[in-house]
């Protein structure tokens, strides 16, 4: 029964009781926001416009490519078209779709590995299950891809640059084994040299689409060593078990670690808890099931012990802290960079980190996905092993899942919790600005945003002009942005991206690049994380939006979040002016 397709499919939806965990059900509920806001925004862009790959309502006109992401935006955004449901709505619909994928590309990435039905189905939950996948909230539109990683290596397809490598990783050990292997899973050579030569066809042309969809998405500037010594794993963050992402909380090893006194982000030192299950599972796996003996197998381990070293990054790091850092201090980029002498010491694969494609995988702590997946399959395979060893091999394999229950359990109330509150924000925001951004703009005006005393990556715009209807050359991402302001005039690219002095950021105005000038009476980006922000910024905010006021030739009207700058009608400009 379990090789029929439709019985397959039934056994992955125990995958969508994780659904509470993402933050997608209840359908009010929302997993994050900061990057939330330009994939909602690409979503009611594509939506509203009727188009597929690119959003014409940023970037004016000009083709604006997501760097990644772009299936999920695209299955929400039909939703939205064929169904009367809220954008929110739209989204999490499109999220429980794909994770009901990512489920059951889970179960069959483990049944590809030889993992019976009866472990593979647990397993699969196993996987989504783990906060190295759903904690990743933060990036949205990656973490859908980072759950689709099963999907990804099982298909030997990529949707984005991170999966790319990973499974360049893994596809690479499998073609080159299958050219070279001998033994029972040995072809005839012509049969093994067309199966090597349709693997590399399939990265030549993976790459070569996506250059085509977003040119110069990969041409941004590498990172010095320093920040990549600094973004690997410490060892001490395999041992830290955060109770905000743990029912049972620190039950061995240690608790939460304070991200900033590290040299990387929350992801590394959240994220990275390896547990007691998974150590046994690789133990037993390398014991018992002799993975020597079977290239996919032989190929699993070798993909698992490179991307755990590439996961570490140039240097090993054993609860390496800066100095003289405290837990409050502001976060900048040389908050990243991490002095050799901080480590403990360099590893040797660390120059890999200045070569293409791996120079262009900023946060290498994300190597390990690929090892959680390959930890969940080795364990699988190690139970299903003692499974066959008689009735001791049976009951040390109950115990061990138990305790694998046990220990990976999420802390389901804290992420309803989260998501009921960033659902209250997400709803603030559309009474808030959006309705507010509406009665001051006419659809389709084109507008520039500029909040504080430059433009930066700003997370809101796109957003704001999709549910509005207005257009901007505000790009929301890092890589689109930089694409973006290569494109604009040179005049407008001084004025807006630099300090610059508000009347002469207001003659933009006379240049008619845009219609009106947008000042947000808070952060474009900073304030995303969290809405609403404190009236002391949001006043803080305000007061670059004053500073318009009074000067010749505009004109300014506005509300509580935002200030709007347009040329002054003919009869009220300065004399001269006209």
Same mark, same amino acid.
């Given at each position: 029964m379990e090789n029929r397709p439709a019985f397959r499919f039934v056994l992955a939806l125990p995958v969508l009781f994780l659904a509470p965990v993402y933050g997608i059900w209840p359908l009010d509920h929302l997993m994050s926001q900061g990057l939330m806001l330009p994939g909602l925004g690409s979503i009611e862009c594509l939506a509203r416009t009727g188009v597929w790959l690119y959003c014409p309502l940023t970037w004016l006109g000009e083709p604006h490519a997501m760097s990644y992401g772009l299936p999920m935006v695209q299955l929400a955004s039909l939703i939205r078209r064929i169904a009367p449901v809220e954008l929110l709505t739209a989204w999490n619909l499109a999220s429980l779709i794909v994770l009901y994928a990512a489920g059951l590309g889970a179960q069959g990435f483990l049944r590809s590995m030889k993992v019976d039905y009866r472990i593979a189905v647990p397993g699969s939950? %196993?996987? !989504?299950? &783990?906060?190295?996948?759903?904690?990743?909230a933060g990036y949205p539109l990656m973490l859908w891809g980072f759950a689709l990683l099963a999907v990804t290596l099982t298909l030997a397809l990529f949707q984005e640059p991170y999966s790319l490598v990973m499974a360049l990783t893994f596809g690479g050990w499998l073609a080159l084994g299958n050219l070279i292997m001998s033994g029972s899973e040995r072809r005839a050579i012509w049969q093994r040299v067309i199966r090597a030569l349709i693997w590399v066809a399939a990265v030549l042309c993976a790459v070569a689409l996506y250059q085509a969809y977003m040119p110069g998405g990969a041409d941004y500037p590498t990172m010095p060593l320093g920040y990549f010594r600094g973004q690997g794993i410490d060892l001490i963050a395999l041992i830290a078990r955060n109770p905000d992402l743990y029912v049972l909380?620190?039950?061995?090893?240690?608790?939460? %670690?304070? !991200?900033? &006194?590290?040299?990387?982000?929350?992801?590394?030192?959240?994220?990275s808890y390896l547990g007691a299950g998974l150590f046994l599972g690789f133990i037993g796996f390398c014991l018992l099931v002799h993975p020597l003996r079977r290239l996919r197998h032989t190929g699993l381990l070798f993909t698992v012990v490179g991307a755990f070293v590439m996961a570490l990054g140039s240097s090993l790091k054993i609860n390496s802290i800066a100095e003289n850092r405290s837990p409050e201090d502001p976060v900048t980029f040389k908050s990243y960079q991490m002095p050799a002498e901080a480590a403990v010491a360099g590893l040797p694969h660390g120059f890999l980190y200045e070569v293409a494609p791996f120079s262009k995988m900023r946060s290498v702590s994300r190597w390990y996905m690929i090892v959680a997946l390959g930890l969940v399959t080795m364990l699988s395979l190690f139970l299903q092993t003692l499974a066959a060893r008689g009735r001791l091999g049976v009951l040390v394999a109950v115990v061990l899942s138990a305790w694998v229950a046990v220990e990976y359990w999420p802390n389901v109330e804290k992420r309803q919790a989260l998501g009921a509150a960033f659902g209250h924000s997400y709803r603030l925001l559309e009474v808030g600005p959006v309705e507010e951004l509406s009665t001051l703009l006419e659809p389709g005006e084109r507008v520039a945003f500029v909040s504080g005393e430059r433009y930066r990556n700003k997370y809101f715009?796109?957003?704001?002009?999709?549910?509005?209807?207005?257009?901007t050359f505000n790009v929301s991402g890092d890589k689109p942005r930089s694409i973006a302001i290569?494109?604009?005039p040179e005049d407008m690219r001084q004025k807006l991206t630099r300090p610059t002095d508000t009347s002469e950021r207001a003659k933009l105005l006379d240049r008619r690049y845009f219609d009106a000038l947008v000042i947000p009476h808070f952060d474009l980006r900073w304030d995303s994380y969290a809405w609403p922000p404190s009236e002391d910024q949001r006043l803080k905010m305000k007061a670059w939006a004053d500073a318009y006021r009074g000067l010749d030739g505009v004109e300014a009207s506005g509300g509580k979040w935002f200030t709007v700058i347009r040329p002054a009608a003919p009869d009220s400009r300065a004399p001269g002016l006209d």
């Open positions: 939950m %196993l996987f !989504p299950g &783990l906060p190295v996948v759903y904690a990743k909380g620190p039950i061995w090893g240690v608790g939460a %670690l304070q !991200p900033l &006194l590290y040299f990387t982000n929350s992801e590394m030192t959240a994220h715009t796109t957003f704001l002009c999709a549910r509005i209807g207005c257009s290569a494109g604009w």
